[in-house]
């Protein structure tokens, strides 16, 4: 049997501390407010992390374009076979994996770990960057690289958010069961021997 919804706000009310019982104390109240406010909180701040984080990830991005013009590329090999997916068709595969690839400079052998398309096999040509000093640069992300970025980034920074909500909101719910429970003995010493001398 469904509840009305009459009955269903009237739950609600009662949760909330909002049905006019002058019983309930303020840390009631308080307490029905702390999943709801957790809630407001996470859907009003979601978007801004969204923003921000965009816009971090793409001057990130900007700078290494920019820095980019003074790289010079070389050709390595790649030293393992670059697991992961692959795009198939004619679109271009956005998925890079770190991998281990050597390369020559000056008749001097390197070795170091760097990005390749997904699915390169071992002993494949790859193109790295290094820059003026012959150090390795990882090259700026593509545009739908930049897109794949933004979105895991911001799903960090959420499940970041959510677990720090989730914390202090289970902090201020034990902070308040302690504080009644205070309440509560304090009102017992209060009210109890009276009862027993009536007894």
Same mark, same amino acid.
């Given at each position: 049997?469904?509840?009305?919804?009459?009955?269903? /706000?009237?739950? +609600?009310?009662?949760?909330? #501390? %909002?049905? #006019?019982?002058?019983?309930?104390?303020?840390?009631?109240?308080?307490?029905? &407010? @702390?999943?709801?406010?957790? %809630? =407001?909180?996470?859907?009003?701040? #979601?978007?801004? %992390?969204?923003?921000?984080?965009?816009? !971090?990830?793409?001057?990130?991005?900007?700078? =290494? !374009?920019?820095?980019?013009?003074? &790289?010079?590329?070389?050709?390595?090999?790649?030293?393992?076979?670059?697991?992961?997916?692959?795009?198939?068709?004619?679109?271009?595969?956005? /998925?890079?994996?770190?991998?281990?690839?050597? &390369?020559?400079?000056?008749?001097?052998?390197?070795?170091?770990?760097?990005?390749?398309?997904?699915?390169?096999?071992?002993?494949? !040509?790859?193109? %790295?960057?290094?820059?003026?000093? *012959?150090?390795? *640069?990882?090259?700026? =992300?593509?545009?739908?690289?930049?897109?794949?970025?933004?979105?895991?980034?911001?799903?960090?920074? @959420?499940?970041?958010?959510?677990?720090? +909500?989730?914390? =202090?909101? /289970?902090?201020?719910?034990?902070?308040?069961?302690?504080?009644?429970?205070?309440?509560? *003995?304090?009102?017992? +010493?209060?009210?109890?021997?009276? /009862?027993?001398?009536?007894?």
């Amino acid at each position: 049997m469904r509840a009305s919804p009459t009955t269903r /706000w009237t739950r +609600l009310a009662r949760r909330l #501390g %909002i049905d #006019g019982n002058p019983l309930r104390r303020r840390s009631d109240v308080i307490a029905g &407010w @702390l999943l709801p406010v957790a %809630i =407001l909180l996470f859907l009003f701040l #979601g978007p801004i %992390i969204y923003t921000l984080t965009d816009l !971090q990830v793409r001057a990130d991005n900007a700078a =290494l !374009q920019h820095a980019k013009v003074t &790289w010079h590329q070389v050709n390595a090999e790649a030293l393992q076979a670059a697991a992961g997916p692959q795009r198939s068709g004619r679109s271009a595969n956005t /998925w890079t994996v770190v991998t281990p690839v050597r &390369w020559v400079l000056n008749g001097q052998a390197h070795t170091a770990n760097y990005p390749v398309a997904a699915g390169t096999p071992a002993d494949t !040509q790859v193109k %790295i960057w290094l820059n003026r000093a *012959e150090k390795l *640069e990882i090259p700026p =992300l593509s545009a739908a690289q930049l897109d794949d970025r933004v979105l895991a980034d911001t799903m960090v920074a @959420l499940a970041a958010l959510a677990v720090l +909500l989730t914390g =202090l909101t /289970w902090a201020v719910r034990r902070m308040l069961d302690r504080r009644r429970l205070t309440e509560w *003995e304090t009102e017992w +010493l209060a009210v109890g021997p009276g /009862w027993s001398r009536q007894g």
